[in-house]
């Protein structure tokens, strides 16, 4: 661990981080924008198990220097050892090599910092603020409640992205992204205390760029005091 990652890996390494190597068994263009990688997994759901919305940080060369991003694991299968990772791709190293991925390629992940603490009582109701860089987590989220309702503000478009909504259960709100996001903050706190009333035991779950996510984050806490145990949170991308 931390062979070739400079100062992260080595940080990582002391927190007891756990290396893997995955390789590519295939891949799909979902969209001229969202590329689908088949992987297997180098023994790691074995060893860690997996939960919702799970994610590892992979590795990439950037001009040299070791550059890691963290994607979200989509239908793992541990018995067969087996996954697939979703890509909005962007300018930038790790979309250069989604676009370039091909069989028999392999890329360094390691594993550290994904948990998923699963509320207690189950959601009376999900409600979801994400994007198409948090689609994968998204889904993973929805997969793991297959019976309660949904709201989903969703920036941006879903046009061909793969979004597993059940119309009779989920409710998306598309939401163009306007001035860097605050266009969705508003929104969301505009429509999202009324949907609280007489919900039991909501499940408040925000991830987009992470100014946005902090902002909406520390309304949803601290203005609409909604437990801690009963909100995730967490950036999924910078705005630059």
């Known amino acids: 661990m931390g062979r070739g990652h400079g100062w992260e890996g080595a940080v990582l390494k002391l927190l007891r981080a756990r290396d893997f190597t995955f390789t590519v068994t295939g891949a799909e263009d979902v969209s001229p924008q969202y590329r689908r990688l088949h992987l297997t997994d180098g023994g790691m759901l074995a060893a860690t198990g997996v939960h919702p919305t799970m994610w590892v940080r992979l590795w990439f060369d950037n ?46 992940a390691t594993v550290h910092g994904t948990g998923f603490e699963r509320p207690r009582p189950d959601p009376s109701r ?62 969301v706190r505009d429509e999202l205390p009324g949907l609280l009333k007489g919900e039991p035991d909501p499940y408040v779950w925000i991830a987009c760029d992470t100014t946005t996510t902090r902002a909406l984050s520390s309304y949803v806490r601290k203005e609409l005091a909604v437990p801690r145990q009963r909100t995730h949170a967490l950036g999924y991308w910078r705005a630059t």
């Open 126 to 187: 999900v409600l979801a603020i994400a994007d198409p860089a948090s689609l994968p987590a998204l889904n993973s989220l929805l997969d793991a409640w297959d019976s309660a309702p949904a709201t989903i503000w969703f920036e941006g478009t879903t046009d061909g992205l793969p979004l597993r909504v059940d119309p009779a259960r989920h409710e998306v709100r598309h939401v163009p992204r306007l001035r860097s996001g605050a266009h969705l903050v508003e929104q």
């Open 63 to 108: 001009a040299g220097k070791p550059h890691q991003r963290a994607y979200t694991l989509v239908d793992p299968d541990p018995a067969a050892g087996t996954f697939d990772l979703e890509f909005a791709l962007h300018e930038g190293r790790a979309g250069d090599w989604a676009r370039a991925a091909k069989p028999g390629d392999t890329i360094e």
